[in-house]
């Protein structure tokens, strides 16, 4: 059974930085794109970074390119988001999710699965 847990959410003033984790339990991680959404309340749940299976691809979106990065440690089946220069407008649930296919390559919600619970990132102005 694959499972993900996200950590490392918490409450930052703007301008600051964090770094999410998500293990991942009960597949090959290194054979799967892997992805970070978020969703703010009351808005839809969106892609904000993702990273092929052996991490030679990326994708952000425009509202945190230049300042997140994604990275993966195939040794800890672990996937990273790094965030610095934070916004208020940063302010979600922030989830981590696993592609449905493996060998696959998309940033697209519905091509992922096995979401885990999610971390909170509150950023204050």
């Known amino acids: 059974q694959v499972q993900v847990a996200e950590s490392g959410g918490g409450l930052v003033q703007a301008g600051g930085s964090l770094r999410l984790s998500c293990t991942v339990s009960?597949?090959?991680?290194?054979?799967?794109?892997m992805g970070w959404f978020r969703q703010a309340p009351g808005k839809e749940r969106e892609g904000v970074s993702c990273?092929?299976?052996?991490?030679?691809?990326?994708y952000y979106s425009d509202s945190v390119k230049g300042r997140f990065t994604i990275s993966g440690d195939n040794a800890k089946n672990t996937l990273f988001l790094e965030m610095n220069s934070l916004k208020p407008e940063d302010t979600a649930m922030y989830y981590c999710a696993a592609h449905k296919v493996r060998g696959a390559w998309s940033c697209r919600e519905p091509d992922f699965a096995t979401w885990g619970q999610g971390t909170q990132v509150t950023v204050s102005s």
């Open positions: 009960g597949l090959t991680f290194d054979a799967y794109s």
């Open positions: 990273i092929s299976w052996g991490g030679r691809r990326t």
